[in-house]
């Protein structure tokens, strides 16, 4: 079946301790993305990336990081959460970037940074 | 820099009527505009996406209009039935391989 899964679906934290969420597709897409989803303020993009090892930023991209070693993997790095990271954030992957193609999207992991 | 509103933030529709949702931009008209459905705690699921030089597209009982003068796109559910009650997000690209999102309206189809 094809999908795209992240881990932990909920994860709660304290402030400076880092974390990774994990996101895999088994779909061979080349794009992949990360956007987070606040009250008020819709999915924002915090990361995105066309291929292996290229990366770049979305419209949120400050207190995170990411990286792209393998194809289908694409995590996201908070080095150092504080508490206005904590959102419902998601992963997606499609076959071309830039909206040319359908995007598909994980499940969400619910962040809450105390 | 390129924003999006989409027309309300709830829309209530009676049933078997059509429901037409808003997405409109500022500034330069994207390649591509897609929309999204998305019910409560779960992911966006793509539904249909219209490129530049199409005015329009049909799958099943849906239909969007993209009307780069107006800068606009319509979103259009005919024959609407209460398990189309969801949030709807349109997306659009920014030619540089980000995409934005609008912040969704929410559609309630009443029995």
Known sequence: ???????????????????????????????????????????????YSMNV?????????EGYKVSRKEK????????????????????ASSSLGGGAETQYFGPGTRLLVL | SQKIEQNSEALNIQEGKTATLTCNYTNYSPAYLQWYRQDPGR????????????????????KVTFDTTLKQSLFHITASQPADSATYLCALDMRDDKIIFGKGTRLHILP
């Open chain 1, 72 to 91: 289908r993997n694409f995590p996201l790095i908070l080095e150092s959460p504080s508490p206005n990271q904590t959102s419902l954030y998601f992963c």
């Open chain 2, 43 to 62: 992911g966006p699921v793509f539904l249909l996406l219209i490129r530049e030089n199409e005015k329009e597209k049909r799958k099943e009982r849906l």
């Open chain 1, 1 to 47: 079946e094809a999908q795209v899964t992240q881990n932990p679906r909920y994860l709660i934290t304290v402030t400076g301790k880092k974390l990774t969420v994990t996101c895999s597709q088994n779909m061979n897409h080349e794009y992949m993305s990360w956007y987070r989803q606040d009250p008020g303020l819709g999915l924002r993009q915090i990361y």
């Open chain 1, 53 to 61: 090892e290229a990366t770049d930023k979305g419209d949120v991209p």
